[in-house]
């Protein structure tokens, strides 16, 4: 039972154009929506988070914009960077759900290239 | 200004075998969170520990697999008469005692268990 689903296995983008990373989801009890980055043989990287009640959130190049009647989020990178080229795990923590326990898609990798 | 420390980055070990994954939290956690990532999968919790004490398990399968995070030292992860199925990637993350909803948890770099 799949409750956050990255339906794009991988993405492909031009060096500084926008990459657009989607993620869907089924539990209408997620509370917070979080982004992760991974790059091979390492841990994920914490990028953004946003909170159920709001509609967007922005740092730096990394905006995330969330539609909840859709159950949908997206994490836009503008500009893209080759070194932006990882997997990109969006994550989920549902409410009254225990402190550490996220919810994980499957990814998607996103290859920017030069 | 060491992060989450995991040991050892690899393990190989035969069917039958005890697997023993080690993870020191970052200097001033005293939470800690094991993950499992299964080939072409996602991270999937498995156990939230604070010193001496399971907090949640919910993700642990039942037999075999076991969790402590002792008052001094890192956090164990045990995994005895490991099968091939066992092989995967596993990651610990940690994080204050109180971590805001929608906090960002800090990762190692992982163990990679091969199971042959």
């Known amino acids: 039972d799949q409750q956050v689903k990255q339906n794009s296995p991988s993405l492909s983008v031009q060096e500084g154009r926008i990459s657009i990373l989607n993620c869907d989801y089924t539990?209408?009890?997620?509370?917070?929506f979080l982004w992760y980055k991974k790059y091979p043989a390492e841990g994920p990287t914490f990028l953004i988070s946003?909170?159920?009640?709001?509609d967007k959130n922005e740092d730096g190049r990394f905006t995330v914009f969330l539609n909840k009647s859709a159950k949908h989020l997206s994490l836009h990178i503008v500009p893209s960077q080759p070194g932006d080229s990882a997997v990109y795990f969006c994550?989920?923590?549902?409410?009254?759900?225990?402190?550490?326990?996220?919810?994980f898609g499957k990814g998607t990798k996103l290859s920017v290239k030069p | 200004n060491a992060g989450v420390m995991q040991n050892p980055r690899h393990l190989v070990r035969r069917r039958g075998q005890e697997a023993r994954l080690r993870c020191s939290p970052m200097k001033g956690h005293s939470h800690v969170y094991w993950y499992r990532q299964l080939p072409e999968e996602g991270l999937k919790f498995m156990v939230y520990l604070q010193k001496e004490n399971i907090i949640d398990e919910s993700g642990m399968p039942k037999e075999r697999f076991s969790a402590e995070f002792p008052k001094e030292g890192p956090s164990i992860l045990r995994i005895q008469q490991v099968v091939r199925g066992d092989s995967a990637a596993y990651f610990c993350a940690s994080s204050p005692s109180r971590a805001p909803r929608g906090y960002g948890y800090t990762f190692g770099s992982g163990t990679r268990l091969t199971v042959v």
């Open positions: 539990n209408s009890m997620f509370d917070y």
């Open positions: 946003i909170s159920s009640i709001k």
């Open positions: 994550a989920a923590t549902r409410y009254g759900g225990s402190q550490g326990n996220l919810i």
